[in-house]
Nanobody, 113 residues
Framework: VQLQAYGGGLVQPGGSLRLSCAAS????????MSWVRQAPGKERELVAR???????SILDSMKDRFDISRDGVKNAVFLQMSSLKPEDTAVYYC????????WGQGTQVTVSS
Protein backbone atom coordinates (compact mmCIF):
# COMPACT_ATOMS: atom_id res chain seq x y z
CA VAL A 1 0.00 0.00 0.00
CA GLN A 2 1.40 3.34 -1.07
CA LEU A 3 -0.28 6.63 -0.29
CA GLN A 4 1.06 10.02 -1.29
CA ALA A 5 -0.72 13.09 0.01
CA TYR A 6 -0.15 16.48 -1.52
CA GLY A 7 -1.78 19.85 -1.90
CA GLY A 8 -0.98 21.33 1.48
CA GLY A 9 0.53 24.73 2.00
CA LEU A 10 0.11 28.09 3.60
CA VAL A 11 -3.33 29.64 3.38
CA GLN A 12 -4.93 32.64 5.02
CA PRO A 13 -7.83 32.25 7.44
CA GLY A 14 -11.05 31.89 5.51
CA GLY A 15 -9.26 30.37 2.54
CA SER A 16 -9.65 27.01 0.87
CA LEU A 17 -7.42 24.08 0.01
CA ARG A 18 -7.93 20.80 -1.75
CA LEU A 19 -5.78 17.93 -0.60
CA SER A 20 -5.20 14.98 -2.87
CA CYS A 21 -3.92 11.50 -2.16
CA ALA A 22 -2.59 9.21 -4.86
CA ALA A 23 -3.04 5.54 -3.96
CA SER A 24 -1.24 2.55 -5.43
CA UNK A 25 -0.22 -0.99 -4.62
CA UNK A 26 -3.66 -2.24 -3.62
CA UNK A 27 -7.18 -2.65 -4.95
CA UNK A 28 -8.38 0.87 -4.29
CA UNK A 29 -12.09 0.12 -4.75
CA UNK A 30 -12.03 -2.39 -1.87
CA UNK A 31 -10.71 0.00 0.74
CA UNK A 32 -12.27 2.69 2.85
CA MET A 33 -10.19 5.85 2.76
CA SER A 34 -9.78 8.59 5.31
CA TRP A 35 -7.97 11.78 6.20
CA VAL A 36 -6.42 12.07 9.64
CA ARG A 37 -4.71 15.16 10.95
CA GLN A 38 -2.28 15.86 13.73
CA ALA A 39 -1.64 19.31 15.06
CA PRO A 40 1.49 20.14 17.06
CA GLY A 41 1.16 18.86 20.60
CA LYS A 42 -2.21 17.25 19.93
CA GLU A 43 -3.45 13.75 19.30
CA ARG A 44 -4.33 12.49 15.86
CA GLU A 45 -7.87 13.31 14.78
CA LEU A 46 -9.95 11.49 12.18
CA VAL A 47 -11.27 14.26 9.96
CA ALA A 48 -13.25 12.40 7.33
CA ARG A 49 -13.80 8.92 6.01
CA UNK A 50 -15.30 7.58 2.82
CA UNK A 51 -16.23 3.95 2.48
CA UNK A 52 -15.47 1.74 -0.49
CA UNK A 53 -19.09 2.22 -1.54
CA UNK A 54 -18.89 6.00 -1.19
CA UNK A 55 -20.56 6.60 2.15
CA UNK A 56 -19.13 9.67 3.82
CA SER A 57 -18.61 10.53 7.45
CA ILE A 58 -17.06 13.80 8.56
CA LEU A 59 -16.22 15.02 12.03
CA ASP A 60 -19.25 16.99 13.26
CA SER A 61 -17.26 20.15 13.87
CA MET A 62 -16.12 20.19 10.23
CA LYS A 63 -19.20 19.03 8.35
CA ASP A 64 -19.99 22.48 7.07
CA ARG A 65 -16.43 23.18 5.91
CA PHE A 66 -14.81 19.92 4.80
CA ASP A 67 -15.77 17.34 2.22
CA ILE A 68 -14.19 14.06 1.19
CA SER A 69 -14.48 12.34 -2.17
CA ARG A 70 -12.81 9.58 -4.12
CA ASP A 71 -12.09 8.75 -7.73
CA GLY A 72 -11.85 5.07 -8.58
CA VAL A 73 -10.44 5.76 -12.03
CA LYS A 74 -7.58 7.89 -10.73
CA ASN A 75 -7.20 5.86 -7.52
CA ALA A 76 -7.27 9.03 -5.54
CA VAL A 77 -9.04 10.53 -2.55
CA PHE A 78 -9.57 14.20 -1.94
CA LEU A 79 -10.27 16.49 0.98
CA GLN A 80 -11.87 19.80 0.09
CA MET A 81 -11.42 22.30 2.89
CA SER A 82 -13.00 25.71 3.04
CA SER A 83 -13.35 28.54 5.55
CA LEU A 84 -10.07 27.42 7.03
CA LYS A 85 -9.15 28.47 10.55
CA PRO A 86 -5.80 28.70 12.31
CA GLU A 87 -6.82 25.68 14.39
CA ASP A 88 -6.94 23.63 11.19
CA THR A 89 -3.17 23.90 11.04
CA ALA A 90 -1.83 20.34 11.11
CA VAL A 91 -0.16 17.62 9.13
CA TYR A 92 -2.87 15.84 7.15
CA TYR A 93 -2.45 12.14 6.43
CA CYS A 94 -4.25 10.00 3.94
CA UNK A 95 -5.07 6.47 5.12
CA UNK A 96 -6.42 3.31 3.56
CA UNK A 97 -8.49 1.01 5.70
CA UNK A 98 -9.16 -2.70 5.31
CA UNK A 99 -8.58 -4.93 8.31
CA UNK A 100 -6.00 -2.36 9.38
CA UNK A 101 -5.17 1.25 8.70
CA UNK A 102 -2.35 2.03 6.29
CA TRP A 103 -0.70 5.42 6.44
CA GLY A 104 0.99 7.57 3.88
CA GLN A 105 3.25 10.55 4.32
CA GLY A 106 1.40 13.64 5.38
CA THR A 107 1.10 17.06 3.88
CA GLN A 108 1.43 20.19 5.99
CA VAL A 109 -1.45 22.65 6.11
CA THR A 110 -0.76 25.98 7.76
CA VAL A 111 -3.53 28.50 8.22
CA SER A 112 -2.10 31.87 9.11
CA SER A 113 -2.26 35.49 8.13
Amino acid sequence: VQLQAYGGGLVQPGGSLRLSCAASGFTFDNYDMSWVRQAPGKERELVARISASGSVSILDSMKDRFDISRDGVKNAVFLQMSSLKPEDTAVYYCTAIWLKMYWGQGTQVTVSS
